[in-house]
């Protein structure tokens, strides 16, 4: 059990919660990821852990309500217990150091990018920010991530903030020397399709490139092989040896059509789930 | 007088018809007459050889003369002062390769029913109301067991009873291993496994679950921050294996650990009651011919497969399934395709799964393990339409706390090593055994090794 101490709604649909969760605190490190359950017969899903505070043995975890179980999780409160949190789960994220680091997030992948760029800069690296949304009242966590790095690009599709236009073609710009310049090391979280752009981005460029995979998983030890992907022509167990792997060896067709196989599954699931919430207001 | 008769006192079973499409266990158990007259049939021999094919020395002719006396008190403490888990044990162990294969009986008739025997005082016990609780630990030294498998509850029960107290750390949500996640309902009915832990836990042991160690504790934690005297490591073979070959990262194939725990852990059988699906079509192949693959065939059929199939490179014979299990498999229409290799998984263009190509085999001379090998017939292969492929082909002891703690040994199997009588690693006051340490094996040789090493734990730490 983990107890809910803040909550905070970053768009309609994007939750940050802050837990107590004092063991996987004091274990945790950039880039690992946690699996909860949160009601009885309820499914096990993977959340990055945004960011930890081991003197308070805490976690902050940022939820995007896609289904089911996010939704559950959405509509917990302060005060709730999460009724089961495991983790720290999978790789730490090891990027040589010395360099100018360009993470770029979408999503929830915004706010992985919090704990993880802080120890980034704080070690001395040249740090950027790219989070891009539709509108300016999409994008989340500016101000903490504007606050850990050299520089924070933003970009919407209206361009009512930042940049207008996609991720990708602002870190184009920044690989063409704009901006805070041309990065030695790119790390993108968010979306398939966005890595999937990021990654064909560097490519031609021949830049170092790290994408976080987010594959279906169960138990996020290695016992169940469900969150297996190619990479570099091999199969690899995300939760174990991942999340993160070296973006231009990532099959992702394969991950993309993996992450698929229960499409008609999770819309039954999130109908009954619908139909249990709206029994549970009647009360 | 012991009573000489042929047969073994039937089980009576769940229709096959009916079981096929439900979870309810299958074999419904002997009643009090049953057991009793199976009971008489034991020729409590001189020289009980039962005895020596138990891998924890039950006396058997012991408990089995109690039943026919009407004893039943007598037979669960019997039993109980050697197996920790009988109503476990009872149901899944392979008894015609252990005990019942020595049964003076055997010879010439068929064996004394003693897995059925087992199960049936075990039972009784449950039954029977809880007594006072008994005596909490009082030791000072302090006992962390890793995994909460077969090994682990066993090793964690004798410590509590010598005094020590004890905390389980399980990675997962629930504990009880394999027994949770892996043997399913229609042959374990969970409740006989939540009885076993609810013992646990009146004997003072504490369950930690969702605490992977390697991951949330570090081993060095166990000792220095959390102030334990020794560790045991019961985590297991769990690492599911592959067979490389084309095809199997396409939709519609698992391995046989995530189809079982989709249904068993996670309660996919009622799916969207709970939340976690599982994908099954109308024809299912599971690779292998282990429990493993056995409990996944059947399970297929129970989550709405029209036909399920066994592919096997070997031939029955080689089979190293429950001979029961296979009995079962086949009264519920399971289709078996013995020396029958798989070569690749066939897809469509969307990725999905659409049949097993697969080569047929003939045995040859025997191999490393004694079993005749399987070479393939040239030219003789063929498409078996599926949706579905679950492979059931082995597992492995997981890498993960060896990978985080230094100086653990392992050998080239990735096998714990440890001194064959104390069950000492390669680490001071760490021991371990179950599976970690043999490979994948059983339920009793883990409940064994668990009950050994905490002998050997005790002796550690107070010297005894
Ligand atoms: C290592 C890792 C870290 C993650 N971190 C976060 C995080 O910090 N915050 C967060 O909100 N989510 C995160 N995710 C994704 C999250 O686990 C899924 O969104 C969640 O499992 C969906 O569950 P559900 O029951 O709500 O929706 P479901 O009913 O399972 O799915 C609803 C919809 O979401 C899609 N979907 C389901 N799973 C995924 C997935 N893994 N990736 C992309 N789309 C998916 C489905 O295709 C479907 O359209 C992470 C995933 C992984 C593997
Ligand atoms: C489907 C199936 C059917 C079987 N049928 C039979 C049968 O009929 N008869 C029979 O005798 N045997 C059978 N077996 C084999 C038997 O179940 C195993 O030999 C036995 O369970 C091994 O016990 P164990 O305690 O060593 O490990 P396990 O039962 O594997 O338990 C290990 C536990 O440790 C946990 N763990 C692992 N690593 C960590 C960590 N780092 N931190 C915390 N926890 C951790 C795991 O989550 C797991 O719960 C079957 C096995 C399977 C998979
Ligand atoms: S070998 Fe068979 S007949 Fe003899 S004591 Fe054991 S169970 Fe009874
Ligand atoms: S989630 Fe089961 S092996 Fe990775």
């Given amino acids: 059990m983990a107890r809910i101490l ?47 505070d081991r003197d308070n043995g805490t976690l902050t975890i940022v939820v995007q309500e896609v289904g089911t179980t996010t939704g559950y999780l959405g509509a917990l409160e302060v005060g709730d217990d999460i009724l089961d949190l495991v983790g720290p789960l999978g790789m730490a994220l090891e990027i040589p150091a010395g360099g100018h680091i360009v993470g770029i997030g979408g999503g929830f992948g915004a706010a992985a990018l919090l704990c993880l760029m802080r120890e980034l800069s704080a070690r001395g690296d040249r740090t950027t920010i790219i989070i891009g949304a539709r509108e300016k009242g999409l994008l989340i966590l500016v101000e903490e991530l504007a606050d850990i790095c050299d520089d924070l690009e933003l970009c919407t599709d209206d361009g009512s903030a930042g940049f207008k236009g996609l991720v990708t073609e602002r870190l184009a710009q920044l690989i063409g020397g704009d901006g805070p310049g041309r990065p030695d090391s790119v790390v993108a979280i968010g979306p398939m399709p966005m890595m999937r752009a990021v ?3 560097t490519r031609d460029f021949g830049i170092p490139t790290l994408v976080s995979l987010d594959p279906l998983m169960i138990d996020g030890t290695g016992m169940c092989g469900g969150c297996r992907v190619t990479v570099n022509n091999e199969v690899k167990f995300a939760c174990v040896d991942g999340p993160f792997f070296d973006a231009h060896q990532v099959d992702f067709e394969e991950a993309v059509r993996r992450n698929k196989m229960y499409v008609q599954q999770e819309q039954a699931s999130k109908e009954r789930a619908e139909c249990r919430s709206l029994a549970m207001g009647q009360d | 007088m012991p009573l000489k008769r042929a047969d073994k006192t039937p089980m009576s079973e769940r229709d096959a018809e009916l079981r096929s499409h439900d979870f309810v266990e299958v074999n419904e158990g002997y009643n009090f007459a049953r057991a009793r007259f199976e009971a008489e049939r034991c020729l409590r021999c001189q020289d009980p050889v039962c005895i020596d094919g138990c891998p924890v020395r039950i006396p058997i002719p012991d408990f089995v003369h109690l039943i026919a006396a009407g004893d039943m008190a007598g037979a669960a403490k019997v039993l109980r002062s050697a197996n920790p888990l009988p109503a476990i044990c009872g149901r899944v162990c392979p008894q015609e390769s252990q005990c019942e294969e020595q049964c003076s009986l055997g010879t010439r008739f068929v064996p004394v029913a003693i897995g059925y025997l087992e199960r049936f005082v075990a039972d009784w016990e449950m039954g029977q109301p809880a007594g006072e609780a008994p005596a909490q630990p009082t030791r000072a030294e302090k006992v962390a067991i890793i995994g909460s498998g077969p090994a682990g509850l066993v090793c964690a029960g004798e410590l509590a009873r010598l005094g020590h107290p004890v905390t389980i750390y399980e990675g997962l949500h629930a504990a009880g291993g394999v027994l949770r996640y892996g043997i399913p309902e229609f042959r374990l009915p969970k409740k006989v496994l939540d009885w076993e832990i609810e013992q646990l836990k009146r004997l003072g042991v504490e369950i930690v679950c969702n605490v992977i160690v390697g991951k949330t504790l570090s081993m060095d934690d166990l000792f220095e921050k959390m102030g334990y005297s020794a560790v045991f490591v019961g985590t297991g073979a769990g690492l599911p294996q592959f067979m490389g070959i084309p095809g199997e990262n396409l939709n519609g194939v698992y391995s046989a650990n995530e189809f079982l725990t989709r249904v068993n852990l996670m309660h996919a059988n009622d799916f ?56 079962h498999a086949i009264e519920e229409g399971v289709e078996f395709h013995w020396l029958t290799n798989p070569v690749e998984i066939l897809g469509n263009k969307d990725g999905w799964v659409t049949g097993l190509k697969c080569i047929s085999m003939e045995l040859g001379e025997p191999d490393d393990s004694g079993r005749a090998r399987p070479v393939p017939i040239e030219g003789s292969e063929f498409v078996l339409p599926v949706d579905n492929v679950v492979l059931s082909i082995g597992n492995r002891p997981n890498p993960l706390l060896l990978q985080t703690t230094k100086g653990l040994k392992s050998n080239k199997w990735g096998c714990l090593v440890v001194e064959d009588e104390s069950a000492q690693t390669s680490l001071r006051h760490v021991f371990a055994g179950g599976d970690a340490v043999t490979g994948a094996a059983t339920v009793i040789l883990a409940a064994g090794a668990g009950k050994s090493a905490a002998a050997a734990i005790h002796a550690d730490l107070c010297g005894e």
């Fill in chain 1, 199 to 201: 990654t064909d981005t």
């Fill in chain 2, 272 to 327: 969207p009651n709970a939340d976690t699906p599982v994908m099954v079509g109308k024809r299912v192949a599971v690779i292998g011919a282990g429990n493993t693959a056995m409990d996944t065939v059947r399970t297929a059929l129970r989550v709405g497969a029209e036909k399920a199939m066994i592919v096997y490179r070997r031939s029955v014979a080689e089979m190293t399934a429950r001979v029961e299990e296979h009995h």
């Fill in chain 1, 6 to 52: 803040e909550k905070r709604s970053l768009t309609p649909v994007t939750k940050l919660f802050r837990v107590e969760s004092p063991l996987v605190a004091a274990a945790a490190r950039p880039g690992q990821f946690i699996i909860v359950r949160v009601r009885e017969g309820g499914e096990r899903i993977p959340l990055t852990i945004a960011d930890y």
